[in-house]
């Protein structure tokens, strides 16, 4: 085959540090916008995004030699700093070290926008934090709970 073909999606999770509530509506739209443009320069295309006060999700489309943790890099730290000078009043604004990403299949698509396009309605009865272990368990990652918010 002379050519290669990919779909590639990831449903990318994270938050502020220590959870703390610095995405209010208008600077989560904000940030989200530029976030957008940060995957575009890295040869992706943000196909869906949302969030709550303190974390945001991504449907990523992502090319072939980008690995999830250099995207994540350049999102955070990109993202990060244009918070911080544009937004004067932020500059306590950070994400959490971590995240976590996991792939979707072109059949589950849809149904992993919807979740991210709706996440003020999801939020009213579930907290980040079992919303992010909830995740975790369903895709069988290990992880232990001392580590999780550090």
């Given at each position: 085959m002379p050519q290669s073909y990919t779909c590639l999606h990831h449903h990318i999770i994270f938050g502020t540090k220590h959870r703390k509530p610095f995405l209010t509506p208008t600077l989560r739209e904000r940030v989200l916008n530029y976030i957008a443009g940060i995957i575009k320069e890295g040869?992706?295309?943000?196909?869906?995004?949302?969030?709550?006060?303190?974390?945001?999700?991504?449907?990523?489309?992502?090319?072939?030699?980008?690995a999830p943790a250099t995207l994540l890099r350049l999102i955070k730290a990109n993202s990060s700093k244009w918070v911080h000078h544009n937004f004067p009043d932020q500059a306590r604004f950070a994400w959490q070290t971590g995240y976590a990403a996991f792939t979707v299949s072109?059949?589950?698509?849809?149904?992993v926008?919807?979740?991210?396009?709706?996440?003020?309605?999801?939020?009213?009865?579930?907290?980040?934090?079992?919303?992010?272990?909830?995740?975790?368990?369903?895709?069988?990652?290990?992880?232990?709970?001392?580590?999780?918010w550090g």
């Open positions: 040869n992706g295309n943000l196909m869906s995004s949302g969030g709550t006060h303190d974390h945001v999700h991504l449907l990523v489309g992502v090319h072939p030699d980008t072109r059949s589950n698509f849809d149904e926008r919807s979740y991210i396009e709706n996440q003020e309605e999801h939020h009213q009865g579930l907290s980040f934090e079992d919303e992010f272990k909830q995740f975790l368990d369903r895709h069988g990652i290990r992880y232990d709970p001392r580590y999780l």
